[in-house]
C-alpha cells in the first residue's frame, strides 16, 4: 500500500565498504546486502521509485593502484563496481524485486548498456534500476556518478549512505569537539574542503541544484526513515 513520502524517485549512493559491513577478510556480507534490500523495497511498496549507483571500495580502488596507469587503474575500479551491482541485483531478485543493472562498460552478457530514456523507463515500470561501472571514465568518482545520474534520470534528490552518519564540522575520530550538521550548502563543502563527498560531486550537485542526504548505512533501515523525511543525517542543499 503506496504510503505519502516527500520523494517520487530517489537515487541511491552506496559505498563498496557498506556491503562488506560486518564481516572481515571478505568483500560481501550477503546478509547485510540483503537487509539494504529490504529497505529498498519497503520504499518502492511506498510508491518511490529507485535507482542506484554503487561503489567498489570492498573490492579495489584506483587510487590504490598508485604504482599502475592511473587509467588502467580506474578501469579495474570500474569493472568492480559491476561486480557488486549484480549482488545487489540478486538480492533484489531473490526478494521478489524486478531489477535491472546498466552499465557504462558495455558487458552485454551480465547487464544492459546505460541509455537514460530506458533507464527512466524501467523506473516509470517499478523497476529497481542499478547503475555500474561509474561514468564509464577514468578520473571520475562514483560520488560524481551518483549526481550525474541523478541530473539525467531527473531524481528529486541524492540518497549518499555511507560509512559516516553526516557532515561533521571536523573529523569526528580526530576531534572530540566535531558535531553533526543538520545542513549544510554544497558552497560551505567546497569552501571548507570538506572531504564527505569529492569536490567534481559537490560542485555538480551545486550547478545543477540536486539535493543531497547523507546518512550512515550501519542500519539499513535508515533508507526508508530518510525518504519517508525523518530527521537524520545531513541535508545537502545547493544555496
Request: with cysteine; glycine share 10%.
Amino acid at each position: 500500500m503506496e504510503q505519502t513520502t516527500r520523494y517520487k524517485r530517489v537515487l541511491i549512493k552506496l559505498s563498496g565498504e557498506a556491503l562488506a559491513t560486518g564481516i572481515t577478510g571478505g568483500i560481501l556480507n550477503y546478509d547485510f546486502v540483503r537487509q539494504i534490500c529490504l529497505a529498498i523495497k519497503e520504499c518502492q511498496s511506498m510508491g518511490v521509485q529507485v535507482a542506484l549507483v554503487v561503489g567498489a571500495g570492498n573490492i579495489w580502488r584506483g587510487r590504490q593502484g598508485e604504482k599502475m596507469d592511473r587509467t588502467r587503474a580506474d578501469h579495474m575500479g570500474m569493472l568492480a563496481t559491476a561486480i557488486n551491482a549484480l549482488a545487489l541485483q540478486d538480492a533484489f531478485v531473490q526478494l521478489g524485486v524486478d531489477c535491472r543493472v546498466m552499465t557504462a562498460i558495455a558487458m552485454h552478457e551480465v547487464a544492459e548498456p546505460y541509455i537514460r530514456n530506458k533507464a527512466v523507463h524501467h523506473l516509470e515500470e517499478g523497476r529497481t534500476v542499478i547503475f555500474g561501472c561509474g561514468i564509464g571514465s577514468p578520473f571520475f568518482s562514483t560520488d560524481t556518478t551518483a549526481v550525474l545520474r541523478a541530473a539525467e534520470i531527473n531524481a528529486d534528490v541524492v540518497m549518499m549512505a555511507k560509512s559516516i552518519d553526516g557532515v561533521y564540522t571536523a573529523d569526528p575520530k580526530t576531534d572530540p569537539s566535531a558535531r553533526k550538521l543538520d545542513e549544510i550548502s554544497y558552497m560551505d563543502i567546497l569552501s571548507h574542503e570538506l572531504r564527505v563527498i569529492d569536490g567534481t560531486a559537490a560542485s555538480f550537485g551545486k550547478d545543477n541544484h540536486i539535493p543531497l542526504h547523507i546518512f550512515g548505512i550501519t542500519d539499513p533501515y535508515n533508507i526508508v526513515r530518510a525518504i519517508k523525511g525523518e530527521k537524520i543525517g545531513t541535508l545537502v542543499t545547493g544555496a
